[in-house]
């Protein structure tokens, strides 16, 4: 279990603009968000000494971005073959590095051409090698016509309704719509989600995440230097990372998953939780991976906000509004702000903790959740100011 | 016919050769462990539940009841499966354990539920290559 609570900080954010086209490499918009999260820190780059990122096939080497960039004397340099589940994962690796003395200011970014580029939604390659030999050849390809096996199973189980997920997709749009930097800002009836283009049953066009363009990065350091920096530190107080003995051979194999109407979330659940010390009930805003509606009411059952089963009731009555229980996505989440891989709610978690989300703020938030990833593997943080 | 098969082709390797051959034989095989009998599905180098290495192939009795499913409608790529939307891809069940990925074939998407009893249907796409497909149970 991880046990570093509140030893080390996110001193520093920056991101670039969120785009369909941004016109440039990606090794310029990670090298621009990186930039900008030393700024917000105030630290020189000469003294960052550490960088990590994760990747899928679309990204830049983190060993670039440090030569782009001039780093003096990077000492631990790493990447992540991985989807969105390492989103929190390459932040929990940094501060073990700090804390065991690898690096003492670390760099974490995840930066793509995710729309101009190499399009994740797009499909996968058509040679079927590995356990893909057992998936694709039946025209189960795309990540939507992954997780849709998963939703309709929790229908089967559960009762989940179309209308529950709306519930998610039209809340997360009203939240992108007082975020600037968010793709998606026009508004999102309850009409227009149920009238959507079918996908893949059960998913309409609005149940599915958006492709962008776009760099995050955070700066990493202990908390006796964050306490020197330019901005107040956001602490990391717990996380974990796992999901369980089956997670397969790659993100899209749920083949030997026991029950696909839950996700990763229940098998981290008690590290998470007891490495922070605190319970679901102490969350102030959670930011929840959402590359799909459906991957947000796994995350709720599986960390206890309720029961399963009962995650769809608990969106339907309101349950992640900004001004429910449990102010959810408040930046649009992966599905109307941007698709930086889970990278954003970690912004967005630290804008809101530092009091600078403006028309965005949930009052008094202190503590907050970030989740990263939706199906067989995946992690989670607790962050607070 | 390989010439004009758009269609992903599965690459079978020493694992995995044993069961697209039993498949082109029009015989559903499973690994099944000689030392505590579970069947498992994909093939791997040992025995998920036991570790043993001591691994045969069984024939599967071809019945499975339906887990989960999507209706892919949106064709992606477009230029393969424009003509084949919409079409079910589901998590079968099968009477001997395992769970297995495959089309639901011979029925309209509209019909298909939660537990419905389906049966293996062989269909050839290449000279190498034949995909087990299921249907409703007779």
């Known amino acids: ?385 | 016919m390989d010439n004009e098969y758009l269609k992903p082709l599965p690459a079978p390797d020493h694992l995995t050769a044993p069961f697209w051959d039993g498949c082109k034989a029009n015989k559903l095989l499973l690994q099944r462990c000689k030392q505590c009998s579970t069947s498992q599905f994909p093939p791997g180098p040992l025995c998920t539940k036991c570790r043993s290495a001591e691994l045969e192939w069984s024939e599967a009795s071809g019945k499975a009841k339906v887990y989960s499913w999507i209706v892919v409608r949106h064709p992606i790529p477009a230029d393969v499966y424009k003509d084949e939307v919409p079409y079910v891809v589901a998590l079968v069940d099968l009477d001997e354990g395992p769970r297995m990925s495959t089309n639901i074939v011979d029925c309209v998407p509209e019909s298909i539920k939660d537990g419905m009893p389906v049966e293996v249907a062989f269909k050839q796409v290449s000279d190498a290559i034949t995909l087990p497909l299921f249907r409703p149970a007779k």
């Not at chain 1, 998606?184 to 049953?201: C, G, M, N």
């Open chain 1, 1 to 385: 279990m991880w046990n570093l609570r509140d030893q080390c900080a996110i001193a520093g954010i920056g991101y670039t603009a969120f785009t369909k086209n941004s016109g440039v490499t990606v090794l310029e918009l990670a090298t621009e968000a990186c930039m900008k999260a030393c700024q917000d820190a105030g630290v020189n780059p000469d003294e960052v000494d550490g960088i990590i990122s994760f990747n899928f096939g679309d990204s830049v080497p983190s060993m670039s971005v440090a030569t782009a960039m001039g780093l003096k004397d990077p000492q631990w340099v790493v990447e992540y073959s991985s989807g969105g589940n390492a989103a929190n994962l390459i932040t929990l690796a940094a501060t073990s590095a700090i804390k065991s003395g690898l690096a003492k200011n670390i760099l974490c970014f995840r930066a793509m051409n995710g729309r101009s580029g190499f399009r994740l939604g797009g499909g996968r390659q058509m040679a079927a090698y590995g356990v893909t030999q057992f998936t694709a050849p039946y025209g189960w390809i795309t990540y939507p016509q992954a997780m849709a096996m998963w939703c309709q199973r929790h229908m089967n189980k559960y009762g989940t309704t179309k209308e529950q997920l709306a519930h998610v997709a039209v809340q997360f749009r009203q939240n992108a719509m007082q975020n600037e930097r968010a793709m998606q800002r026009k508004p999102l009836t309850f009409e227009e989600y149920h009238s959507a283009r079918k996908i893949v049953d059960p998913f309409g066009l609005y149940d599915i995440c958006l492709e962008s363009d776009g760099a995050c990065a955070t700066l990493i350091t202990s908390a006796e230097r964050a306490r020197d920096m330019k901005k107040k530190p956001v602490y990391i107080m717990g996380g974990a990372y796992g999901g369980g003995p089956a997670q397969g051979e790659d993100l899209f194999d749920i083949i030997r998953w026991p029950d696909p109407a839950e996700n990763f979330a229940p098998y981290i659940a008690d590290a998470l939780w007891k490495s922070a010390g605190i319970g679901p009930m102490d969350i102030d805003v959670a930011e929840i991976y959402d590359c799909f509606t459906y991957s947000v009411i796994m995350a709720l059952e599986g960390l206890g906000f309720c029961k399963p089963g009962e995650g769809g009731p608990f969106v339907a009555a309101g349950g992640i509004r900004r001004d429910g229980p449990l102010p959810t996505n408040t930046h649009g989440g992966l599905l109307s702000e941007a698709y930086i891989h889970g990278f954003n709610h970690v912004i967005e978690a630290v804008e809101q903790l530092r009091g600078e989300a403006g028309v965005r703020q949930v009052p008094n938030a202190e503590i907050a959740l970030t989740t990263a990833g939706a199906m067989t593997c995946g992690s989670a943080m607790i962050l607070r100011r």
